[in-house]
């Protein structure tokens, strides 16, 4: 079975992004290990301290996983700040060898593009051996559940399935291989 590091970069403690990667992991056949950045101590991402115990820990539960999904909200066409100084605390190669999934969720369809214009080269630069194309979810099209979850509307939630299954093949190729 496959490991997948789910690392959810909202600093919003009602986030509609970590509900979203919520679903999209539970969906998934495999061993989810999730990371919310906004609950790591703010001293360790403001110290900049890449040897720290929880970064460390960070790191080899990444270097451990198979995949990586890296979720986070659009705000001023970039992914978010607390997300931003996680990745930057992480080693240069820290996703050597992963297959990585980026998503993101915004209010506006002006940022659909800070996945691949922001997001995705440093995913790239940090060694991703393959970033699958990415899905940005508008704020609009995401409400609450019944059980707490998150619904998605018609067709954002088609074309997220297919991307996930795209990710989830990828996950069971490199898993076979």
């Not at 099209?141 to 991307?163: C, F, K, M």
Request: proline share 7%; net charge negative.
């Amino acid at each position: 079975m496959a490991v997948v590091v789910a690392i959810s970069g909202s600093p919003s403690p009602a986030s509609r992004t970590a509900r979203v990667l919520a679903g999209v992991a539970g969906s998934l056949d495999a061993e989810i290990d999730t990371i919310a950045v906004r609950e790591l101590p703010a001293d360790v991402l403001l110290g900049c301290d890449p040897s720290h115990p929880v970064i460390l820990d960070i790191a080899t539960r990444i270097s451990n996983a198979d995949g990586v999904i890296v979720a986070t909200p659009v705000y001023k066409a970039a992914y978010s700040g607390v997300l931003k100084a996680l990745l930057d605390l992480l080693p240069q190669y820290a996703l050597a060898g992963k297959t990585v999934l980026p998503l993101a969720t915004g209010g506006t369809v002006a940022h659909v593009l800070a996945i691949d214009y922001a997001l995705r080269p440093v995913l790239t630069t940090m060694g991703a051996t393959h970033v699958l194309p990415g899905y940005f979810v508008h704020d609009q099209l995401i409400s609450d559940g019944p059980d707490g979850g998150v619904v998605i509307a018609e067709p954002a939630r088609s074309l997220l399935d297919g991307v996930v299954a795209a990710f989830a093949a990828a996950l069971t190729a490199k898993v076979s291989a």
